[in-house]
């Protein structure tokens, strides 16, 4: 079906628009703030008295990660940048070459970040280590608990302990990985690959798990509550694939929700609810619940795909931006 | 073709040219003189070595030349992985530079670069290859065609070659040189530079895409060899050095492992039986097929159907309606090592629809 049907219910008329104007690559949340990340150069927030902008790269911003206090972005201009809820940055490392930061990822202050085959770890408190990657690094995770990260490359990632001097420990898989993804509670590894598919491993024993059947690459990634459910982008429906059990889903069919004839670009899993909200390449935003597949109409189709979505720690606030700078915050209460 | 170019224009994607050239040739002076001669035009360049440049601009990046096998189940299907995500990255800065120029080393192999714009769908989407340029050395090219495959590569696959260093050879031995790559490929431009020097236009913006302009340039030996009947098969001649007939001073040569071969009709193809005999052939004989282009005219069809490949990767859509009173005939050119020129001529010839 091309059109949401027209008797959805939906919450539109809840949405509170941002003036963005410009590209949007991501959204965070730092307590209530939401935080717009622009292709370039600056972060904008949008509080309760208006929005704000912060200047934070000078040129490109290439990925972002937030633990909810801060957010950290790699930039063209090669540096790191870490950007507190009040607005205020600082630059954590520049690149003495002056390398594009490809990657980066942050966990509870403890932050990472790659250039080239190069990925780089520091701890909230603690020095800068280093490890070369066997090939260009395609993405960076930290493990849910403790000092470790994982490295997506080409024919597999490798887990780093970056505090041991032990060399970081290889998971092999065959092909181009180019996103990577712990599931909450640290058993399972998941990775994006530049073939349509993810590749999983059971790191209690490296057993492998194949998710095939896209039509696209998987971009956009999420975990729903307690880590049962992993959301992805990728195809013209939602793709859920079930991990509540200990053998993840191996063996196992995906839960596929929300299909449209357009493809699924952006997916971010409400924290508390098994609800996901779903952006598509045509502007349109459904806030989909697992189960029994019922679908609310966030936001119509608009001049450019969805590239940002985040919700609140409560659940209660949704926010949104698109490839051509469009953003709103829709409350839930 | 002002029409054609209009459509690509339209599309917004980025144009990329790719860079060629065996070590020494000149490709970084052709790099330094497209960055700092005043165009109006801005560049993003991916180079293979930072520090060549001599020009402070912030939209040079460089490459790692990472070349990664797809998981397609084709064995020669490999793409630059590092170019996936610069083009990604760069793709931040839209609006910042007009297109793209892709540096590749010395001894690159031009397919992967080539393969990135066809195979992975986010690259696809932003940008379009606009032309394969390769600069060769006048000089030490010929030497090269026999001791390095990776120069005649470049040769096969250039959409625009420039023959650089032409005042180190004279003119009969630039005759010879020009020779020998028409026996490669016979349908790339070539422009003779010193120095690199060569107006832009002519390097860039070559809308290679444009099929028409470069499936005109007929060869004049290949037409010339054709109406003689000349038998292009090898029972004939021994190539062990190679050989040159003479064409009303036009030389002539074979090369010895690489052959280009042009199809035409005037016939309507049946799109039913051409499809999945091209798709057939490059799934079997992709390795030994380097480039293939073609405009179509498909029977009840009022549109032109244009079709490119690298090895087993194929790229067709329809350009444009077909327009009252221009030619509607079909070509389709090959350019590969040990074709199996029969056996793509009878296949073609079988698509013809009845």
């Known amino acids: 079906m091309t059109d949401v049907p027209a008797d959805t219910p939906s919450v539109i008329d809840r949405t509170q628009p941002v003036a963005v104007g410009e590209p949007i690559i991501a959204a965070h949340f730092i307590g209530d703030t939401a935080v717009f990340v622009l292709a370039e150069e600056a972060l904008v927030f949008a509080g309760s008295n208006g929005t704000q902008r912060v200047a934070v790269h000078g040129g ?274 | 073709m002002s029409d054609n170019s209009t459509a690509e224009a339209g599309s917004g994607k980025i144009p990329v040219t790719v860079l060629t050239g065996y070590l020494g040739a000149g490709k970084t002076t052709l790099l330094n003189r497209i960055l700092s001669e005043p165009h109006g035009q801005k560049y993003a360049v991916i180079v293979n070595e930072f520090g060549e440049i001599g020009i402070d601009n912030d939209l040079v990046v460089g490459a790692d030349e990472e070349i990664f096998e797809m998981n397609n189940g084709c064995i020669c299907c490999t793409v630059r992985g590092d170019l996936i995500r610069i083009i990604e990255g760069l793709m931040r800065r839209k609006g910042k530079f007009d297109a793209i120029i892709v540096e590749t080393t010395g001894l690159a192999d031009p397919a992967p670069v080539a393969q990135t714009f066809f195979v992975d769908d986010d690259v696809k989407e932003k940008a379009r290859l606009d032309a394969v340029v390769t600069v060769a050395d006048a000089l030490w090219l010929k030497d090269r065609l026999k001791d390095a495959p990776e120069a005649k590569n470049q040769i096969a696959f250039a959409d625009v070659i420039l023959l650089n260093k032409t005042d180190l050879v004279d003119e009969g031995g630039l005759r010879e040189v020009e020779a020998r790559i028409r026996a490669i490929n016979p349908y790339a431009k070539i422009h003779r530079t010193e120095r690199s020097n060569i107006a832009l236009d002519k390097v860039l913006g070559q809308n290679a895409f444009d099929l028409d302009r470069i499936l005109d340039i007929e060869p004049q030996f290949l037409k010339s060899g054709d109406d003689e009947g000349h038998s292009h098969g090898h029972d004939h001649h021994d190539h062990a050095h190679g050989h040159d007939h003479d064409h009303g001073g036009l030389k002539h040569y074979h090369d010895e492992d690489m052959q280009s071969m042009s199809l035409r009709t005037d016939k309507p193809l049946d799109p039913d039986k051409f499809l999945p005999w091209m798709q057939d052939l490059v799934a079997k004989d992709g390795p030994s097929i380097l480039r293939c282009k073609g405009i179509l005219s498909f029977k009840d069809d009022p549109d032109r159907f244009v079709l490119q490949g690298v090895h087993m990767i194929l790229d067709g859509d329809h350009q444009r309606a077909w327009k009252d009173g221009e030619k509607r005939d079909s070509r389709l050119v090959f350019i590969g090592r040990e074709l199996p020129q029969d056996r793509i001529r009878e296949g073609f010839e079988a698509c013809i629809a009845q």
């Open chain 1, 60 to 333: 490109g911003i290439l990925e972002s990660a937030s633990d909810g206090k801060r957010i950290v972005t790699g930039g063209d201009d090669g540096k790191v940048v870490v950007t507190d809820g009040k607005g205020a940055s600082i630059t954590i490392v520049t690149d003495a070459k002056r390398r594009w930061i490809d990657h980066v990822a942050v966990n509870a202050g403890a932050i990472a970040w790659s250039a080239g085959k190069q990925a780089f770890a520091k701890a909230a408190k603690g020095d800068e280590k280093t490890v070369e990657a066997p090939s260009s690094v395609g993405g960076l995770a930290f493990a849910p608990k403790g000092f470790r990260l994982a490295i997506a490359h080409y024919n597999g990632a490798s887990l780093w302990f970056p505090n041991v001097a032990a060399k970081p420990e290889l998971h092999e898989w065959k092909g181009s990985h180019v996103g990577v993804t712990f599931s909450p509670d640290g058993k399972f590894l998941v990775t994006a690959m530049q073939e349509p598919a993810l590749h999983g491993w059971r790191l209690a024993d490296d057993k492998h798990m194949r998710m095939t059947g896209y039509s696209a690459k998987v971009r956009s990634l999420s975990w729903t509550p307690g880590g049962k459910w992993l959301a992805t982008s990728g195809s013209t429906q939602l793709i859920l694939w079930p991990f509540a059990s200990k053998d993840g889903p191996m063996g196992k069919q995906p839960q596929l929700l929300a299909p449209r004839d357009t493809k699924v670009v952006v997916v971010a899993a409400h924290p508390t609810q098994e609800v996901v909200a779903v952006g598509f390449d045509d502007g349109v935003i459904l806030l989909v619940r697992l189960g029994d597949g019922a679908e609310v109409l966030a936001r119509k189709p608009g001049n450019a795909a969805v590239s940002a979505l985040a919700w609140n720690t409560t659940g209660a606030i949704v926010v949104f931006g698109t490839a051509d700078g469009e953003a709103g915050i829709i409350d839930l209460t």
